[in-house]
């Protein structure tokens, strides 16, 4: 039923908590992850306008290379329980990004958490999850807290 599932992730605790559920679809047919992560673009150009070139390359690159590092743990994980997995670190606006993913990768089913890691920017200007919710033509599992 749930062959291929995408697994958007920003690494924060509820995203953990939504990579359990992934982990059972296991029993309903889940056989292919896609684990993605966005690097918010926003984030960067402002912390660009704050920061020498040298410093923003520099901090770039660690962000990359954390996300690497986080993403490479979860993969290892999920094919330690037989799944089939890819990763895919993207940039850009993260709710666009995941709707762009999900139309290239076709899911069976996106399971996602409600909240992400900066409740202050969900408050204002909505959550990732609840646009993606309003605006993904697939069948999506929203982790709660």
């Not at 924060?12 to 966005?38: F, M, W």
């Not at 918010?40 to 996300?67: H, K, P, V």
């Not at 979860?74 to 709707?99: A, Q, W």
């Not at 409600?114 to 200007?125: P, Q, V, Y």
């Amino acid at each position: 039923m749930f062959e291929r599932i995408l697994y958007p992730t920003d690494f924060s605790d509820v995203a953990k908590k939504a990579l359990q559920y992934v982990k059972q679809l296991k029993d309903a047919g889940g056989r292919e992850i896609v684990v993605l992560h966005v690097i918010d673009q926003s984030n960067l150009d402002l912390l660009s306008s704050y920061s020498t070139i040298q410093d923003y390359l520099n901090i770039e690159r660690e962000i990359e290379e954390r996300a690497a590092q986080e993403i490479q743990f979860i993969v290892n994980d999920l094919k330690h329980l037989g799944f089939t997995v890819r990763s895919r670190i993207e940039r850009g606006l993260p709710f666009r990004e995941v709707l762009r993913v999900a139309d290239e990768e076709r899911p069976s089913v996106i399971v996602l958490g409600s909240h992400g890691k900066s409740n202050l920017e969900e408050i204002f200007l909505g959550s990732v999850s609840e646009k993606v919710v309003r605006k993904a033509g697939y069948p999506i599992m929203v982790v709660k807290r």
